[in-house]
């Protein structure tokens, strides 16, 4: 048995989950909390209100407290460092205050932060209510395009700079009174620290306020990489983003004194959830991974970034000086659950459906976006198309069978997908592995509907 453990955490948008692993990666313990069994009302561990999506941050803080109650203290005793992993473009606004740094043993961490938070509900990435902050920014910018050469991604409704514009417009006080904002990522690990933790560069280029290139230009991963560092209110409320990799000091007092973590446990900066699965799985370029999960993702390792209108480039947290592209759906898991649910099937039985009907020639095509997507942007409602006998697409009227409806559906979810990564500028045809991972992975007959989607044969490997 090896001595040295590693601990990471994931503050998802459903849970807060950590693993443990040995310096051979190989998993020790896995332990999770759900948000919707703390008691906040939250419903898949989120509140909505319109195109409003937020969470409250108390609630992921408490998370951590029940969490922590539930770990093995030998493991604990013998983790050498600590990471986390975030939903991404959420943002927590710290009240100015030394409740961080004085965390108190004694107390829950909840107890010790109660007052700690200028904005109650961190919005999160579920978020489309800041549509006019975007446009305002596009149009300061030159448009889509040149926002996207500069940040990586033309306005996206959820990402962070947009949140922050909004709640300075709609409660100045509040945000005149905070100090710092971290992204949830450098939320998590600002908990470990009793200080505030940097945004690293990788999750950070998730905000439309970071130069993706500053790296390129003898910056050096060095000095502040914020597009513009004339609202410096905002600038200093961000602070000074870092290398995904950086290791920002050891564990407070709080967690040796409370839950007998070594004084000497480093606390690494924290990433996004998508850069920490890109890093994770060690993809490389030629490979495409698509990731299952609430949001469905498809991510891609790049050499260099060519930003479109459409689809972001993210800095690779593997390495500062080159780049990850990532299309992000909106209409993941929770939309194919809801089908499932509509027929009060079980997974097996809706699979069973999956694997039986794909068999058949169906000439259906389904858009189903229950919730306003992010790719195509803010699209929402149910298409249904039939091929004719003269090969033309018209639309279906009739009400679909439960089998139609299932395969064209989950058809449907993957077609767009690979149409969206050829017009990203990634060729299918010249793809070298296709990776699928996240929860809804384990299903087999999923997995199988994707490949036969993206032709994966001989020569490409589906890794589940
Ligand atoms: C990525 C995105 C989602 C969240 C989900 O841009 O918005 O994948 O990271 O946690």
């Given at each position: ?324 592209g990532l299309l992000c759906y ?14 009060s099937l079980s997974w097996d ?30 699209k929402l409602g149910r298409w ?81």
């Amino acid at each position: 048995m090896t001595e040295d453990i590693y601990l990471g955490l994931d503050l998802s948008t459903q849970q807060l989950k950590a693993i443990f692993i040995d310096d051979t990666l190989k998993v020790i313990d896995c332990q999770a909390v759900r948000f919707d069994d703390l008691d906040y009302e939250t419903t898949d561990g989120y509140i909505q209100q319109g195109n409003e999506v937020g969470a409250p941050t108390l609630m992921f803080v408490e998370a951590f407290d029940v969490l922590f109650s539930k770990l093995n203290k030998d493991l604990l005793s013998r983790t050498k460092a600590i990471s986390a992993s975030g939903q991404q473009h959420g943002s927590v606004y710290w009240r100015e205050s030394d409740s961080l740094k004085n965390l108190d043993p004694s107390k829950t961490l909840k107890d010790s932060l109660v007052d700690s938070f200028t904005k109650a509900n961190s919005p999160i990435w579920m978020d489309s209510s800041t549509t006019e902050f975007c446009e305002k920014m596009e149009k300061a910018f030159g448009g889509k395009l040149a926002l996207a050469k500069a940040t990586g991604s033309s306005a996206y409704e959820r990402f962070t700079i947009h949140q922050i514009a909004k709640f300075a417009a709609q409660n100045p006080e509040d945000y005149k009174n905070t100090e710092r904002i971290s992204l949830i990522s450098s939320f998590a690990v600002s908990l470990f620290l009793g200080d505030y933790a940097p945004i690293d560069f990788s999750d950070g280029s998730g905000m439309n306020f970071l130069n993706i290139s500053a790296g390129q230009k003898n910056q050096k991963n060095s000095g502040n990489r914020w597009i513009d560092e004339k609202p410096a209110k905002i600038c200093a409320k961000l602070g000074v983003p870092k290398p995904s990799n950086t290791v920002c000091g050891t564990v407070h007092d709080y967690w040796t004194k409370r839950f007998g973590i070594g004084s000497s446990c480093q606390v690494v900066a924290a990433t996004g959830d998508n850069p920490s699965s890109l890093a994770g799985l060690r993809l490389r370029p030629g490979d495409l991974c698509l990731s299952l999960g609430t949001s469905d993702t498809v991510m891609l390792s790049l050499d260099s970034a060519d930003p479109q209108s459409q689809g972001h480039i993210f800095i690779n947290p593997l390495d500062s000086e080159k780049y990850m592209g990532l299309l992000c759906y909106k209409n993941g898991s929770l939309t194919r659950e809801a089908v499932k649910n509509k027929y009060s099937l079980s997974w097996d039985e809706f699979s069973a459906i999956l694997t039986s009907g794909k068999s058949r020639s169906l000439n259906l095509m389904q858009i189903n976006l229950p919730l306003a997507e992010i790719t195509p942007s803010n699209k929402l409602g149910r298409w249904i198309y039939e091929v004719d006998d003269s090969s033309e697409f018209v639309e279906v009227e009739r009400e679909l069978t439960m089998e139609e409806d299932i395969v064209s559906f989950i058809e449907g979810q993957f077609l767009a997908k690979r149409f969206h990564v050829e017009k990203f500028g990634f060729q299918t045809s010249k793809m070298s592995r296709l990776i699928v991972t996240g929860g809804a992975s384990k299903n087999k007959a999923l997995v199988q509907t994707i490949a036969d989607i993206f032709q994966v044969i001989k020569s490409a490997n589906i890794i589940e």
